[in-house]
């Protein structure tokens, strides 16, 4: 956090006073040059890490999930800095990226050298996330119940005592550099019956938007740019976005001020119209571009937006409720459905601004309907947008010397995927479409599921609730897309397994499966076809000779 303040004193040249106003004093030649540094800046950091061939964790979800909260120290820490770095010269992204990633790889290190197993290694990492996010914010009951929520995807109360710990033990650690005040100064807004309407009406409507934002999120995650693009196609979005900021300011930086200004009526309409369009675009296309950040303030930004925007007819007709209480509702609204997370949604709303007691009523309201319009149309979050994106899908490849033993569909499920998720995937196979691969966010083979793994109470050491796929992978023999038809079969005779994998040779990601058992399926098949073409001919078969169906031969074989 000191660090992003003497960012945004050097980079924008002021002493006092807020981030948005000293951009607004500068020139607009200096806008464009300074986010055209910082463009310029993410490209050579990431070309830097690709040539040293540091580890890139990902996103924080991933790498919770995928790899159990096993991060790359030194790619962690470079991350974190480039990202503080950017947002305070003016990056369209929030700063508590950083934060998350630094408290989970501390929390994910402590736990290494303590010898922990992979998957209390994964719990104590969100736990470590959520204190960091936590701490920057000064929001301890909220960053706990993220880390759970959000990150875990669930709230046990055996893993609520833990996470409520190590946040408020983070937070108060923080009080000693950190002012203890919240992140928002408002006024006590009281309550009205127009609120209240207004959220039954507004709540699906901030879902709907929170679906847009969120699939928004994941196509520019999964269009990052790679080898020598990556140097340039940063400076080029933060080049554009200098360009925009010409023209609205309020675009650069993670939004705080321009949530503070809508929470306290200080914003125009003008702007509401236009700027959470822009929001979610300059902030979207900053992802996209590979620099590095977080989604909270941008998410809150274009609630509270939406919110003054939706509001703006209410306060007219309804002057007794404030147009910046509506705001605070919107927030927290597209807060709630962008993160799948309403009962953190509420707390963190509460905790970020200290005096909105009053409008707890429509605050759950319209949580609650947006939560669940967004649910409906869309199950992923902003910060899980890549993690179940792998489906069955059909054999991916031909022309192999063993075509006739590949199976026309395999199953899959992401590493990631939950325990009750699981069950239901295996619940619901055919015999023969047994077991279920597990592969990580490369498609790369993990291991399979058969239904006696997850029956087995203890299979895992991790408590159901945050039990993931790969707990319950079991190791594999594969079969490499380059080997020959005989020795495909003699690996399907050697496993004993009715289907193995196909692995494809250079990336390991699972390309297909085959199975032994096939041929027979296809070679009754075909001798049915032969048996309806062929034995008409024959008067001693015909329909007509009465000779009953079950006294062919062919057909009783078939």
């Not at 989604?295 to 003054?308: D, K, R, S």
Request: hydrophobic content about 50%; overall charge neutral.
């Amino acid at each position: 956090m000191k660090l992003l303040h003497a960012v945004q004193h050097v980079a924008w040249s002021y002493s006092s006073g807020s981030f948005l106003e000293a951009v607004e004093r500068s020139s607009q030649s200096w806008r464009v040059f300074v986010l055209f540094c910082a463009g310029l800046l993410v490209g050579v950091v990431r070309w830097v890490l690709r040539r040293l061939s540091a580890e890139d964790d990902g996103e924080l979800s991933e790498t919770v999930w995928f790899r159990s909260g096993k991060f790359s120290t030194t790619s962690t820490i470079v991350r974190s800095l480039l990202s503080i770095v950017i947002v305070g010269m003016g990056a369209s992204l929030g700063r508590e990226g950083a934060l998350k990633q630094t408290g989970a790889a501390i929390a994910a290190r402590l736990a290494a050298w303590a010898g922990l197993p992979a998957s209390q290694m994964r719990l104590l990492a969100a736990y470590g996330a959520g204190a960091g996010m936590a701490a920057a914010y000064n929001v301890p009951c909220g960053g706990a119940l993220f880390a759970l929520e959000v990150l875990l995807g669930g709230l046990s109360l055996r893993l609520v005592v833990p996470a409520l710990a190590t946040s408020c033990i983070a937070t108060a650690v923080s009080w000693m550099l950190l002012p203890n005040r919240p992140s928002y100064a408002v006024p006590a807004y009281a309550l009205s019956a127009t609120q209240i309407a207004w959220a039954l009406i507004a709540g699906p409507l901030f879902g709907l938007a929170s679906v847009l934002w969120i699939r928004s999120v994941a196509m520019a995650r999964r269009h990052q740019p790679s080898c020598w693009v990556q140097i340039l196609m940063p400076a080029a979005v933060f080049t554009a976005l200098g360009f925009l900021a010409v023209f609205f300011p309020q675009l650069l930086g993670n939004g705080k001020d321009v949530v503070q200004a809508a929470f306290t009526e200080n914003i125009d309409l003008a702007l509401l119209l236009i700027l959470p369009v822009l929001k979610l675009v300059a902030t979207a296309t900053c992802l996209g571009s590979g620099a590095p950040g977080g989604l909270f303030t941008p998410t809150m930004t274009i609630g509270a937006l939406l919110g003054g925007l939706l509001g703006y007819a209410c306060h007219a007709a309804s002057p007794e409720a404030p147009l910046g209480s509506y705001a605070i509702l919107g927030a927290g609204a597209v807060l709630a459905a962008s993160t799948q997370g309403p009962v953190s949604a509420i707390v963190l709303t509460l905790e970020l601004t200290w005096h909105i007691d009053p409008l707890m009523a429509p605050l759950l309201i319209v949580v609650v309907g947006a939560t669940l319009v967004a649910h409906y149309f869309e199950s992923r979050s902003i910060y899980s947008s890549r993690l179940h994106e792998i489906e069955p899908v059909a054999a991916s490849i031909s022309g192999t010397r063993f075509d006739d033993l590949l199976l026309p569909e395999y199953n899959v499920v992401s590493a990631a995927a939950s325990f009750p998720e699981v069950a239901r995937r295996l619940l619901g196979f055919d015999s023969w479409r047994l077991p279920l691969y597990v592969v990580d966010e490369l498609g790369q083979l993990i291991g399979e599921i058969k239904a006696i793994d997850v029956s087995e109470p203890t299979k895992v050491s991790v408590p159901r609730e945050t039990a993931i796929a790969s707990d319950f992978a079991a190791p594999v023999p594969t079969i490499s897309a380059c080997n020959d038809r005989d020795e495909v079969m003699r690996q399907l005779r050697d496993s004993g397994s009715p289907q193995l994998p196909v692995i494809e040779t250079t990336s390991g990601r699972i390309v297909g499966a085959v199975a032994e058992s096939l041929l027979a399926v296809k070679s009754s098949r075909r001798l049915v076809h032969r048996t309806t073409t062929e034995t008409p001919l024959d008067p001693a078969h015909s329909p007509q000779s009465g000779h009953d169906a079950a006294d062919n031969p062919f057909t009783e074989r078939a």
